[in-house]
């Protein structure tokens, strides 16, 4: 198109010439005036040529611009579009993967109860009812080994089904006789269907609860008994549900009798569960919340 243009500006040009030239033999005015209309027409045609040719190729230049800027657009809309997907994709399969990656660890948490009544610092487990998993029944076997036997009596009794929650303690000076003891063991038939041993309090209420602990025995009482090797509490409102906030590997302090395993946690329940696992004996004394 733009060649064309050129093509045709000439042509008009050099015909303008070719009259310019055939008007040489006249007298000088009309030469002159034939020369000068052959040559403004020649430049007019030239020029608008020229001016069409230009207008066309800078119309050209401007719709290859402008269809390139489209496109680049286009283009950049589309790879921002790809990108963002992708992006997106990517966030949403990071996310995904965490939630899933850590569901056994990051526990999530029921919604908290507006109603829940507040422990002001106090122990609202005191004095409040619980039940638990089977105490050890162990007596002399036949081959003279001891060790669980049904009918046998429990070795180290929860009196009254109280002692858990009735805010006494052991003395610091005394044994694994001290009648302030419960003992749970690993050879317990329930521990053996569940893996661990546990007692569920019930509050009464439902509670904001902040702390959580249980008083366990330590190999300073000597005769097999340790710390758990393990301690997790878990929370409910309705006694069936449960939620476990944590299981906390319990390092055994032998520097006391009685140790202090705490959990601290932002959770309205009304029953409290704590499960203890051991690789013999589990001595326990007080279960507290606030
Ligand atoms: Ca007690």
Redesign the pocket.
Known sequence: MKKLAILLALALAFSACLLALSACGDDGETSSAASSEASSEASSAASSAASSAASSAASSAASSEASSAASSEASSAASSATSSEASSEASSATSSETSSGTSSEAVSMPEKNPNALATNGENVALGKSYEKSQLFQQAKKDDGSWGWVDEAPISYPDTDDK????????SETGDYTDA?WIGFHKDCPDYKTNSYSYFTVDLGEVYALSKLTV?VGTTKLTGGISAPATVEFLVSEDGENFTSLDAISVKNDATTVEQKVEQTCDVTAQYVQVRMTSSAWMFV??FEAS
Request: proline share 8%; net charge negative.
């Open positions: 002692e858990l929650t009735d805010g006494l303690h052991p302030a008083y004394s007080e």
